[in-house]
């Protein structure tokens, strides 16, 4: 099993309405090719988790990074992994407000100042149990 973690921010601000959509496309598509995953969203800033075969996780990836609605997509994490961190989701999610970030210790000042992806890219250990957090939760 293969797990791809990035980061990117969107090229506009996304309503609810976009968000539901990409969701929607999402998770037919991840359906479609055995792919589960978690997305994680915050005031233009994405995190994602792809999880399946190698060749089908890059493929979409490499798809995912030249959507001209993302910018400054960066890979965080790649590797074998003994399971899947979100086997029942073909792609969860979670706009992750205020709030969210009140209780989840330690990720406040993380992910409320995202720069340019690269304190990510620097800490893909913390954005792994930033994800693992919401792995029994979605939003939507």
Same mark, same amino acid.
């Given at each position: 099993m293969f797990s791809l973690?990035? $980061?990117s921010f969107a090229a506009h601000d996304l309503s609810d309405e976009e968000l539901k959509d990409i969701l929607k496309v999402a998770r037919e598509t991840n359906q479609q090719l055995g792919i589960t995953g978690?997305?994680?969203y915050r005031d233009g800033f994405f995190i994602q988790v792809l999880e399946g075969d190698?060749?089908?996780v890059k493929a979409?990836?490499?798809r995912i990074a030249a959507d001209p609605r993302h910018r400054n997509v960066l890979? $965080?994490?790649t590797g074998q992994v003994e399971s899947r961190r979100f086997p029942d989701w073909t792609m969860g999610f979670n706009k992750l407000s205020?709030?969210?970030l009140d209780q989840l210790p330690g990720f406040t000042d993380f992910l409320s100042r995202p720069d340019d992806g690269t304190l990510f890219t620097q800490n893909s250990d913390r954005v792994?149990?930033?994800l693992d957090s919401f792995r029994n939760r979605s939003y939507y």
């Open positions: 973690v990035y $980061v978690m997305l994680l190698e060749d089908k979409l990836f490499a890979t $965080v994490h205020d709030s969210d792994l149990t930033l």
